[in-house]
């Protein structure tokens, strides 16, 4: 089985930084996209960011120039390296991975959220 453990959220105030983190284990054979979604109350849930296994990555427009995604692969790792945070921001974030899990199969999978409150 495959697991998505993400940490570093926390409350920031407006203006502050963060940086989350996600590591996948288990059953892995590869790791295609990565990526970090996030859900405010009351709103559906939204893609804030992925990165491919190449290197590209994509951002929703609400966060260009001030959150940074990056991977390492050799540890199975994301993260989400968020700058001048607003109040906004303010939501619970989620990693999701598309992963293969043996040479036929892929899959994907999400962690179990981490809180972000941005607020003076």
């Known amino acids: 089985q495959v697991q998505l453990v993400e940490s570093g959220g926390g409350l920031v105030q407006p203006g502050g930084s963060l940086r989350l983190s996600c590591a996948a284990s288990?059953?892995?054979?590869?790791?295609?996209?990565m990526g970090w979604y996030r859900q405010a109350p009351g709103k559906q849930r939204e893609l804030v960011a992925n990165?491919?296994?190449?290197?590209?990555?994509n951002y929703v427009d609400s966060v260009k120039g001030r959150f940074t995604i990056s991977r390492d692969n050799a540890k199975n790792m994301v993260y989400l390296q968020m700058n001048s945070l607003k109040p906004e921001d303010t939501a619970v974030y989620y990693c999701n991975a598309l992963i293969k899990i043996n040479r036929y199969n892929t899959r994907a999978f999400w962690g179990q959220g981490t809180q972000v409150t941005v607020s003076s």
């Open positions: 288990g059953s892995i054979f590869s790791i295609n996209n």
């Open positions: 990165i491919i296994s190449g290197g590209s990555t």
